[in-house]
Structures are given as C-alpha cells and as structure tokens.
C-alpha cells in the first residue's frame, strides 16, 4: 500500500516560503494569486495489505517524524 502525508504549516505560523513563492509569481505576472502557503507530501510504500493499519502506521510515522506537530498539521491519504 501507499500512504501519502501531507504536512503544512498550521494557520497562524509564517510561512516565508510560501510568501517568496507568492511574491515571484507576482512578479511573473500572476497578480490574481493571493496568499500562499508551502508544504511537502512525503509518498511511503507500506508492506501493509490492512488499510486501517496502514493508516495508523503512516499516521504515527508522521507524529514522530515527518510533521513538526507544534507548527505543523498533517493528513494521510492510503492509496492501492
């Protein structure tokens, strides 16, 4: 199985890339973007066959490392 985990910031926290990113493509002539935030998706193969469990795992894999849960939030998505 898969489990996809995207990590964002929470609202709230600054977020200098997502306002760097906002600002190029400002310049690049996209005047209608407005705020942006940035993140990052993190694919994992599980050897998993149980989605439940799968997801669980994923969801403590996140905890402990991929998301910093004091400014940032998560959500595992189980696919295959």
């Known amino acids: 199985m898969k489990a996809i985990v995207t990590v964002m910031l929470k609202d709230g926290v600054l977020d200098p890339q997502g306002k760097a990113i906002g ?18 998706v993190i694919e994992l193969e599980l050897d998993e066959t149980d989605r439940a469990k799968a997801k669980t ?15 940032e939030s998560f959500k595992v998505e189980i696919t295959g």
């Open 23 to 40: 600002h190029a493509l400002h310049m690049l002539g996209f005047p209608q973007v407005g705020e942006v935030r940035a993140g990052k």
């Open 57 to 71: 795992a994923a969801e403590d894999m996140a905890k402990k490392l991929l998301a910093n849960t004091v400014i």
